[in-house]
């Protein structure tokens, strides 16, 4: 499995041996470089960057550490090996071979699941691609361009399994991926979160904690799949974001750790130059929101055909006793019918705006198992988001702030699945629309929370040195000190 870098494209599939993949590729490369020069971090072409690539798929030691330039990173193609006698671990199929072609029972199916995860990985770029001009410091430069290749990486890794598995559509597909960008109204990435404007580094470090964490789910899910070449692509693609999500967490933790020290200076902590704990709840609660969403409806039945084909898995699906699924409930608060439709219905002419809103009634239900696979993905995100807003709080404590950060309830502000249209308080109690619209500025940035945030983002390139609102991070990148030269 030794990556080969020999070649234009570096790849441990043996990519030579398969010379009408070869060429679909290295016919795709060009565009995707037009791509990162057009789409890519802004005003970035001729730094050198202190980057890791990939050079084994080895669980460890698998990075190389040098100064690149972005343009000539070595975006490449690593599936972890194959395992003998692998056998679909879920679902109707279970038992059975894994799959080394695609079914054709499944093909569009599998299709729609590939190229939705694909569409996030350039999105994120694009919605990063100003971020570089106003870092805090060389290393957080660093962190967001690393995120970024990475980014780019993961684009490849998805454009193989489309061109290598899906002929013609797949090379469509491929080119498509090129063509759609964030948040343009004409040709918007597929999923809401990937089309919101990432305008601040405080916006960064929650996308990276929070957005990159529902990737983490959806990794895993698809590193179950019956499907194996995606399933080993997927695994790889894991141990690269580990790093993303590390960037937002520990991003978010120095936030606390200076917001605790400034306060000690001033009470008002943004007299200081800070970002107050109220504030960063509000942005907290935002991108919290915004990427549950992305796990998809509450009751799917598409969830439950991915599940059912084997196509996609829970998270670690080892940990669970029953890999069919078939039997068994899941218990979940929804919306009860007919009594909202007055509230979130389809008509908006003038005579109706006058009806005052009614308010979501909730009620308990049991749903077969396989149609909450999404809720129950959810679940094991929301642990892990959970498991770091707690480790956020202890930096609070022990910086004497009695203030406390907190996920707001899975029902706030949702834009997707049984609670979207409704409003809900952060702590998940039912709202009028009259009452939402007078608290939101409470619970989400208000325009003049974010002209603040935006106030404080003033970059800072010398080395060793970084922005007052945040805290330089305890240990730097690969054994290196924090005032190494990591931009340059
Ligand atoms: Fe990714
Ligand atoms: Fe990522």
Redesign the pocket.
Known sequence: MAINYSEKIPNNVDLSGNKTLQRALEHWQPGFLNWWSEMGPDESSNIDVYLRTAISVETDGWAHFDYVKMPDYRWGIFLTPPEADKKIGFGDNMGQPVWNEVPGEFRNMLRRIIVTQADT?PASVEQQRLLGLSAPSLYDQRNLFQVNV??GR?LWAMVYILQSYFGKDGREEADALLERRSGDPDKPRILGAFNQPIENWLDFYLFTMFTDRD?KYQLYALSESGFDPLARTTKF?LTE?AHHMFVGETGIDRIVLRTCALSKENSDVRKAGGIDIPTLQKYLNLWFSLSEDLFGGEISSNAADFFAAGLKGRYKESQYEDHRALEGSYRMTTVESGKVGEASGASRDASERAVPARMPVLVDKDVPLRTAMNEILRDNYIDDCQRAVDKWNRTLEKGGLSDRLSLPHRRFHRKQGIYSGLHFAPDGKPLTEAEWQARKNDWVPSASDIAYVESLMKPVTERGKIANWIAPPTRGINGQAFEFEYVR
Request: hydrophobic content about 15%; aromatic content about 0%.
């Open positions: 990985e990475e980014e993961h990737g693609m974001e």
